[in-house]
């Protein structure tokens, strides 16, 4: 376990001051992935994800639902008769895909792939306005409306979405067409949203704040930086331009909602630096957390970081499911209140928990904390990765934490629950955002600064920094995620010298360290332990304890009373039907014989998996009352647990992560 952390106190509670310089994600075409549990995602985004959300959106794939985005763009550019198809947020599932894209091209030359991003860019310039506005839902179907409804519009959120794909093309390829594009678009949002009429309007759906920070860092354009800080302490300000824009006689009614706008919904209730406790619309939130970080940082902003730390203590503490996901209601796919975390009808959405990662990805970057690596890591490995299904073709949107199939029925409070990975969906968010976590899964496994290099992730692959001008590479093997033993080997040819900071997780228990012959003495700060790298080689080698436990939650959570969880390391584990037959709600586990653990070779290519003994609860033998007096009939029995995030690969069945136990 790493030591307790030395940290300020002011108050009674830590102050966790941000870093003078921050690290950055080490860039992908410096990073190679090649791991035995990761590559059945990663070999599959070039292959299997990239072409066939390709043809989702060109509506070349029959089976999966109509999507249109291609169309919508060919309509608006004058190359298509036809009318606006899908949501009003259509736009930013290209946007998606061509991040993706990018970070493909980084690490991987695929000049056809590339052909067809550069054909999809020109289209995009193509379906712009001469103004720099691009949006195909207003373009088409309500021209000359262009922001009138920024609560539902999102014509803000698809341009920040497609600022972070011009960001990445440019980056990995050199090439500017799509970053002018969306210079005009971010040049025309700064003069309009400098305007009177809008100078207290902020987006509905943040986003574009993310975008216009990331344009800031390739163009220096310090009004973008701007712009999206004024977007952000605009939010919940009087006037509040968001609870009254409908007043405005040229307002345009785009979802035809007949719910009353709740200003909580989108974090507009009041001002974002007063906000004590996530609310609203799950991805919304943890998007907007995105920019607040960035910008605390830019800013040198402490008020910012102050409640960008009070509400990540919020979510991981008191709104965050076990495999972090977020969004417990299905309704509005918001959070609720504290401890209010539903197993069956729970949203925890994809994104949401894609959001959660790339907010806690920033706050790691300026702290140097791996509290917040420990955050990001259990979002990605269990709800993110439960997202996609093995075949790289088939998404969860909803994350629940039980499901009984039968019960999730349309027209019901369970119906936004799905037991089978869908093809496609009409409100798409999620797949490409899928695509494009994987693509860069290398920006999460290290951070790079000035002759520093940070290990947060452990996974098999082999990256190069530069220590002192010097090329320095890195080769990680590991038994991860399912045991805790990894080797590192530094190649230094030239004697330079640098430091790794390697991670030391929290679940790690009597970890060892040895570079070479040498014991290291762990004394990880903020859960980083250093080492220096000064010869021509070093053999790194950690090793620790990580066995499968059981994991109780907060007797305010009154979901999981009586109930115990699995984790090992950073997975969570759960009940399947195919491993168990139907009712594993009848199981319960009997915590004091001790977990089994077996590695199964045969089952998804590798997977641990783990064994519980109990006792299952009988149904009644004749059918009859639906309520006795008579006691049900136990008797003993084992469960068979795999990880979550494997669920659903193979036939349609019940899932259970809670699982009873009265021992
Ligand atoms: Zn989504």
């Given at each position: 376990?790493?030591?307790?952390?030395?940290?300020?106190?002011?108050?009674?509670?830590?102050?966790?001051?941000?870093?003078?310089?921050?690290?950055?994600?080490?860039?992908?075409?410096?990073?190679?992935?090649?791991?035995?549990?990761?590559?059945?995602?990663?070999?599959?985004?070039?292959?299997?994800?990239?072409?066939?959300?390709?043809?989702?959106?060109?509506?070349?794939?029959?089976?999966?639902?109509?999507?249109?985005?291609?169309?919508?763009?060919?309509?608006?550019?004058?190359?298509?008769?036809?009318?606006?198809?899908?949501?009003?947020?259509?736009?930013?599932?290209?946007?998606?895909?061509?991040?993706?894209?990018?970070?493909?091209?980084?690490?991987?030359?695929?000049?056809?792939?590339?052909?067809?991003?550069?054909?999809?860019?020109?289209?995009?310039?193509?379906?712009?306005?001469?103004?720099?506005?691009?949006?195909?839902?207003?373009?088409?179907?309500?021209?000359?409306?262009?922001?009138?409804?920024?609560?539902?519009?999102?014509?803000?959120?698809?341009?920040?979405?497609?600022?972070?794909?011009?960001?990445?093309?440019?980056?990995?390829?050199?090439?500017?067409?799509?970053?002018?594009?969306?210079?005009?678009?971010?040049?025309?949002?700064?003069?309009?949203?400098?305007?009177?009429?809008?100078?207290?309007?902020?987006?509905?759906?943040?986003?574009?704040?993310?975008?216009?920070?990331?344009?800031?860092?390739?163009?220096?354009?310090?009004?973008?930086?701007?712009?999206?800080?004024?977007?952000?302490?605009?939010?919940?300000?009087?006037?509040?331009?968001?609870?009254?824009?409908?007043?405005?006689?040229?307002?345009?009614?785009?979802?035809?909602?007949?719910?009353?706008?709740?200003?909580?919904?989108?974090?507009?209730?009041?001002?974002?630096?007063?906000?004590?406790?996530?609310?609203?619309?799950?991805?919304?939130?943890?998007?907007?957390?995105?920019?607040?970080?960035?910008?605390?940082?830019?800013?040198?902003?402490?008020?910012?970081?102050?409640?960008?730390?009070?509400?990540?203590?919020?979510?991981?503490?008191?709104?965050?499911?076990?495999?972090?996901?977020?969004?417990?209601?299905?309704?509005?796919?918001?959070?609720?209140?504290?401890?209010?975390?539903?197993n069956d009808?729970?949203?925890?959405?994809?994104?949401?928990?894609?959001?959660?990662?790339?907010?806690?990805?920033?706050?790691?970057?300026?702290?140097?904390?791996?509290?917040?690596?420990?955050?990001?890591?259990?979002?990605?490995?269990?709800?993110?990765?439960?997202?996609?299904?093995?075949?790289?073709?088939?998404?969860?949107?909803?994350?629940?934490m039980e499901v009984e199939p039968?019960?999730?029925?349309?027209?019901?409070?369970?119906?936004?629950?799905?037991?089978?990975?869908?093809?496609?969906?009409?409100?798409?968010?999620?797949?490409?955002?899928?695509?494009?976590?994987?693509?860069?899964?290398?920006?999460?496994?290290?951070?790079?600064?000035?002759?520093?290099?940070?290990?947060?992730?452990?996974?098999?692959?082999?990256?190069?920094?530069?220590?002192?001008?010097?090329?320095?590479?890195?080769?990680?093997?590991?038994?991860?995620?399912?045991?805790?033993?990894?080797?590192?080997?530094?190649?230094?040819?030239?004697?330079?010298?640098?430091?790794?900071?390697?991670?030391?997780?929290?679940?790690?228990?009597?970890?060892?360290?040895?570079?070479?012959?040498?014991?290291?003495?762990?004394?990880?700060?903020?859960?980083?332990?250093?080492?220096?790298?000064?010869?021509?080689?070093?053999?790194?080698?950690?090793?620790?304890?990580?066995?499968a436990e059981y994991i109780y939650?907060?007797?305010?959570?009154?979901?999981n009373?009586g109930r115990v969880a699995v984790k090992k390391?950073?997975?969570v584990y759960c009940m399947e039907e195919a491993d168990n037959g139907t009712g594993l709600s009848r199981f319960f586990v009997d915590t004091r014989i001790s977990i089994v653990e077996d590695?199964d070779?045969?089952l998804?290519?590798?997977?641990m998996v783990i064994t519980l003994a109990g006792e299952k609860l009988m149904p009644y033998e004749e059918?009859?009352?639906?309520?006795?007096?008579e006691m049900p009939r136990r008797k003993n029995a084992e469960a068979r647990l795999i990880p979550y995030?494997?669920w659903?690969?193979r036939r349609?069945g019940e899932m259970l992560v809670w699982i009873r136990t009265n021992f």
């Open positions: 376990m790493p030591e307790k952390e030395v940290v300020n106190y002011e108050e009674g509670r830590p102050v966790f001051v941000m870093n003078e310089t921050r690290t950055f994600p080490i860039r992908l075409s410096k990073i190679r992935i090649d791991d035995r549990f990761f590559n059945r995602y990663t070999k599959l985004v070039t292959k299997e994800i990239i072409p066939y959300q390709w043809k989702v959106l060109n509506d070349l794939e029959p089976e999966a639902e109509k999507s249109r985005c291609i169309a919508n763009y060919r309509i608006a550019a004058g190359e298509e008769e036809g009318e606006f198809y899908g949501f009003v947020f259509q736009d930013s599932d290209l946007a998606k895909w061509l991040e993706a894209v990018a970070y493909s091209l980084s690490y991987e030359d695929n000049p056809e792939l590339k052909k067809t991003a550069d054909e999809a860019i020109a289209l995009v310039e193509r379906a712009q306005q001469k103004d720099g506005y691009l949006n195909t839902y207003f373009t088409v179907k309500e021209p000359g409306k262009q922001f009138t409804n920024l609560r539902e519009g999102h014509e803000l959120y698809c341009a920040g979405h497609m600022m972070e794909a011009a960001v990445a093309y440019y980056e990995v390829t050199g090439e500017d067409k799509l970053l002018k594009i969306m210079e005009k678009m971010a040049d025309l949002i700064v003069k309009t949203f400098h305007e009177d009429k809008y100078k207290t309007a902020a987006p509905g759906h943040q986003e574009i704040e993310i975008g216009l920070v990331k344009m800031y860092r390739v163009t220096k354009k310090k009004e973008y930086l701007d712009m999206a800080k004024a977007f952000i302490d605009r939010r919940g300000t009087e006037p509040n331009y968001l609870v009254h824009e409908h007043e405005d006689p040229g307002w345009t009614d785009v979802f035809h909602n007949p719910d009353p706008f709740f200003p909580d919904y989108s974090q507009c209730d009041e001002p974002v630096r007063q906000q004590k406790t996530a609310r609203g619309h799950a991805v919304r939130e943890v998007y907007m957390l995105c920019a607040m970080a960035d910008l605390a940082f830019y800013y040198r902003d402490e008020e910012l970081f102050d409640a960008c730390e009070t509400l990540y203590d919020d979510i991981v503490n008191r709104q965050m499911y076990l495999t972090g996901g977020i969004g417990s209601s299905g309704l509005y796919e918001r959070f609720t209140v504290d401890y209010d975390l539903p009808r729970n949203y925890s959405e994809t994104c949401a928990s894609i959001g959660l990662a790339l907010f806690c990805r920033r706050m790691a970057e300026i702290t140097g904390d791996t509290k917040y690596i420990e955050t990001m890591e259990t979002a990605l490995y269990n709800t993110v990765l439960s997202g996609i299904g093995l075949d790289g073709k088939s998404f969860f949107y909803v994350n629940p039968s019960h999730c029925l349309p027209h019901s409070s369970l119906q936004h629950v799905k037991s089978v990975r869908q093809k496609w969906f009409g409100c798409a968010c999620c797949p490409p955002n899928i695509a494009r976590t994987l693509a860069s899964l290398g920006e999460y496994v290290c951070f790079t600064k000035e002759n520093e290099v940070y290990l947060n992730l452990f996974l098999g692959c082999s990256f190069s920094v530069e220590f002192e001008g010097k090329k320095v590479d890195f080769t990680v093997e590991t038994d991860m995620p399912y045991r805790g033993r990894t080797r590192i080997h530094v190649n230094n040819p030239e004697n330079a010298n640098g430091t790794l900071f390697l991670r030391i997780p929290s679940y790690a228990k009597k970890a060892e360290l040895t570079d070479g012959e040498n014991v290291v003495t762990l004394n990880p700060q903020k859960g980083y332990q250093k080492i220096e790298i000064k010869e021509k080689e070093h053999d790194l080698s950690l090793q620790f304890k990580m066995p939650a907060d007797p305010n959570v009154s979901a009373v390391g950073p997975l590695y070779e045969d998804f290519g590798g997977t059918e009859g009352s639906l309520y006795r007096t995030c494997l659903g690969n349609t």
